[in-house]
């Protein structure tokens, strides 16, 4: 009877299982609960070895976007060992998967990124540039630290689940080219989220802290753009070719006037991947790609018609052809779930930050002071904002994919303290840090909170539940998700793979084997922290294992 009565009174299936599970299972006493947390904190401090390993090890594979073959290999086998059921080539992305385990309500997905940044390879602790592979890609933002944070955290919380018999089911996914905003739209389509009650993303960050509502950034569509000329003699018979790269310049010259009438919180930004072979060859190829940033769905794709419709009067002034206009990816701008967010920030006070030593804080400043920003070092305070600035101070910024998850499923990101704040970004000078005690200990004070919110998630239906009822009632009551790709856009699995070929063999030199060395900085015979020699020298001689 009662069970009939709740599938009446329930307007979804989703409602309906939460309200069922709230039914049959009353949330866990708070003094029981706190003392779950307290073991959790204590199980994450006793992996601190392991965490630092995984921080590492990832961090000397510095592979890019969908190149993270490595990096994925790595975590999938740490992930079976550990009793999780793994499928791997997930959404057709090679790199991607889905680790499993538990059974029942919640279902939680734990995500974080894996990627780096082209040319940010960079010798850890050391507070200069020094490239450990000149030209190699790296962990230019601290992609790194999150894995190691979920991981850790898991397997802490896995723990208590098993001895306690509570139910549940964890899911571990990757952000795979996070910085292509290249996977998540596509795993969302792909249905990984679609049993899932609570997703918990984790990313790197300066400070622990989390926040609801839309955050101070940009959703964004990335579309490349070819096209088709003719070639001809350059200078025997320039009249009879067609320049492609005259329409890609002719492109950008048009969108950079087009856009001082766009709105101010627009950002766009192009590179040419393809601008032809050789001068003498009128060229018949040539691409550009841009990624057009806006803040809502409908602002997005406005700015993308615009986009094509340049594309368009380029190819006509030309008398070229816009043969392709092909989406490498996309990201919806990102809503935070409230509950959520306010469980995980009473976690984040009751684990506060970690204790910076004064090696930490020589490396920071040195590093801040490299880069001209202020050497306030790391930080003493906890970021207390959790609450969004109100939507009309939103000019834009970044974009990450996890805004596609969080219009499906509620969602937060926490952002754990494994960087040194005021860095450019997207840069070597975040790479510095990434493998080094500042990196280790944030990402250790980031699998507390993650576990002990995991718990809340766990032992609290009634947290699901407003979970839910924030996102439907507020969060997705006048928009409702739709994909920015098109249906039969792909992921594009092809990119960075050049770059990997080239620097592949010589990166392999620098893994990290932790079977003969404690930590990264030991096996490269790295000083913590090494500070710039002279004005005029960062380092002596180049290490060299
Ligand atoms: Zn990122």
Same mark, same amino acid.
């Given at each position: 009877?009662?069970?009939?009565?709740?599938?009446?009174?329930?307007?979804?299936?989703?409602?309906?299982?939460?309200?069922?599970?709230?039914?049959?299972?009353?949330?866990?006493?708070?003094?029981?609960?706190?003392?779950?947390?307290?073991?959790?904190?204590?199980?994450?401090?006793?992996?601190?070895?392991?965490?630092?390993?995984?921080?590492?090890?990832?961090?000397?594979?510095?592979?890019? +976007?969908?190149?993270?073959?490595?990096?994925?290999?790595?975590?999938?086998?740490?992930?079976?060992?550990?009793?999780?059921?793994?499928?791997?080539?997930?959404?057709?992305?090679?790199?991607?998967?889905?680790?499993?385990?538990?059974?029942?309500?919640? *279902?939680?997905?734990?995500?974080?990124?894996?990627?780096?940044?082209?040319?940010?390879?960079?010798?850890?602790?050391?507070?200069?540039?020094?490239?450990?592979?000149?030209?190699?890609?790296?962990?230019? $933002?601290?992609?790194?630290?999150?894995?190691?944070?979920?991981?850790?955290?898991?397997?802490?919380?896995?723990?208590?689940?098993?001895?306690?018999?509570?139910?549940?089911?964890?899911?571990?996914?990757? +952000?795979?080219?996070?910085?292509?905003?290249?996977?998540?739209?596509?795993?969302?389509?792909?249905?990984?989220? !679609?049993?899932?009650?609570?997703?918990?993303?984790?990313?790197?960050?300066?400070?622990?802290?989390?926040?609801?509502?839309?955050?101070?950034?940009?959703?964004?569509?990335?579309?490349?753009?070819?096209?088709?000329?003719?070639?001809?003699?350059?200078?025997?018979?320039?009249?009879?070719?067609?320049?492609?790269?005259?329409?890609?310049?002719?492109?950008?010259?048009?969108?950079?006037?087009?856009?001082?009438?766009?709105?101010?919180?627009?950002?766009?930004?192009?590179?040419?991947?393809?601008?032809?072979?050789?001068?003498?060859? *009128?060229?018949?190829?040539?691409?550009?790609?841009?990624?057009?940033?806006?803040?809502?769905?409908?602002?997005?794709?406005?700015?993308?018609?615009?986009?094509?419709?340049?594309?368009?009067?380029?190819?006509?002034?030309?008398?070229? !052809?816009?043969?392709?206009?092909?989406?490498?990816?996309?990201?919806?701008?990102?809503?935070?779930?409230?509950?959520?967010?306010?469980?995980?920030?009473?976690?984040? !006070?009751?684990?506060? /930050?970690?204790?910076?030593?004064?090696?930490?804080?020589?490396?920071?400043?040195?590093?801040?002071?490299?880069?001209?920003?202020? $050497?306030?070092?790391?930080?003493?305070?906890?970021?207390?904002?959790?609450?969004?600035?109100?939507?009309?101070?939103?000019?834009?910024?970044?974009?990450?994919?996890?805004?596609?998850?969080?219009?499906?499923?509620?969602?937060?990101?926490?952002?754990?303290?494994?960087?040194?704040?005021?860095?450019?970004?997207?840069?070597?000078?975040?790479?510095?840090?990434?493998?080094?005690?500042?990196?280790?200990?944030?990402?250790?004070?980031?699998?507390?909170?993650?576990?002990?919110?995991?718990?809340?998630?766990?032992?609290?239906?009634? /947290?699901?539940?407003?979970?839910?009822?924030?996102?439907?009632?507020?969060?997705?009551?006048?928009?409702?998700?739709?994909? /920015?790709?098109?249906?039969?856009?792909?992921?594009?699995?092809?990119?960075?793979?050049?770059?990997?070929?080239?620097?592949?063999?010589?990166?392999?030199?620098?893994?990290?084997?932790?079977?003969?060395?404690?930590?990264?900085?030991?096996?490269?015979?790295?000083?913590?922290?090494?500070?710039?020699?002279? !004005?005029?020298?960062?380092?002596?001689?180049?290490?060299?294992?």
């Amino acid at each position: 009877m009662r069970v009939i009565r709740l599938s009446v009174s329930c307007l979804t299936a989703a409602i309906c299982a939460t309200s069922a599970q709230a039914q049959r299972r009353p949330p866990l006493a708070a003094a029981k609960l706190d003392g779950f947390k307290r073991e959790a904190i204590a199980d994450v401090d006793s992996r601190a070895k392991f965490t630092q390993q995984m921080v590492d090890q990832i961090f000397s594979f510095g592979e890019l +976007g969908f190149q993270e073959v490595e990096t994925s290999k790595f975590l999938v086998k740490i992930l079976r060992d550990n009793g999780f059921s793994v499928e791997e080539g997930v959404a057709g992305v090679p790199t991607a998967w889905v680790a499993t385990w538990g059974s029942g309500k919640p *279902v939680i997905a734990i995500g974080s990124d894996i990627d780096g940044i082209p040319q940010a390879s960079q010798k850890p602790a050391v507070a200069c540039h020094a490239p450990l592979v000149p030209g190699a890609p790296g962990h230019g $933002e601290g992609h790194n630290t999150g894995q190691p944070v979920n991981i850790t955290a898991i397997l802490a919380v896995k723990k208590i689940m098993e001895r306690e018999k509570l139910p549940g089911t964890i899911k571990v996914w990757p +952000g795979v080219a996070e910085e292509q905003l290249g996977t998540k739209a596509y795993l969302v389509r792909a249905g990984v989220f !679609k049993d899932v009650d609570v997703a918990l993303f984790s990313h790197v960050s300066a400070n622990l802290s989390v926040s609801w509502g839309p955050g101070n950034g940009s959703g964004l569509v990335s579309v490349l753009y070819s096209f088709e000329g003719q070639a001809a003699h350059a200078a025997g018979a320039p009249w009879r070719g067609r320049s492609a790269l005259d329409a890609v310049e002719l492109m950008d010259v048009g969108w950079n006037y087009r856009r001082e009438h766009l709105r101010l919180q627009q950002r766009s930004h192009y590179v040419i991947p393809d601008g032809g072979d050789q001068p003498n060859v *009128v060229p018949t190829t040539a691409s550009v790609w841009y990624y057009f940033r806006e803040l809502t769905y409908p602002q997005i794709k406005a700015m993308w018609a615009i986009g094509d419709s340049v594309a368009q009067g380029a190819a006509l002034m030309t008398g070229t !052809k816009l043969v392709q206009e092909r989406v490498l990816g996309s990201a919806w701008p990102q809503h935070f779930n409230r509950p959520i967010a306010e469980a995980m920030f009473a976690n984040i !006070k009751r684990v506060g /930050l970690p204790t910076w030593t004064d090696a930490d804080q020589t490396l920071a400043k040195a590093v801040q002071k490299e880069m001209g920003s202020k $050497e306030e070092g790391m930080p003493s305070k906890l970021d207390s904002t959790i609450a969004p600035d109100p939507e009309d101070r939103n000019m834009g910024g970044g974009s990450d994919d996890i805004g596609d998850v969080s219009w499906n499923v509620p969602t937060v990101t926490l952002r754990y303290p494994s960087n040194i704040p005021g860095l450019p970004g997207h840069h070597w000078s975040s790479a510095i840090a990434s493998a080094t005690p500042i990196a280790h200990k944030g990402a250790t004070a980031g699998a507390k909170v993650m576990a002990t919110t995991i718990l809340d998630i766990l032992t609290k239906p009634p /947290l699901v539940d407003s979970a839910w009822a924030y996102f439907r009632n507020v969060q997705t009551k006048d928009t409702k998700y739709e994909p /920015l790709m098109r249906p039969n856009e792909k992921p594009a699995t092809f990119l960075n793979t050049d770059i990997l070929e080239r620097y592949r063999p010589q990166m392999r030199r620098f893994y990290y084997d932790p079977t003969k060395y404690g930590t990264y900085l030991e096996q490269l015979g790295i000083q913590y922290p090494t500070l710039r020699k002279s !004005k005029e020298k960062c380092e002596d001689t180049p290490t060299v294992p």
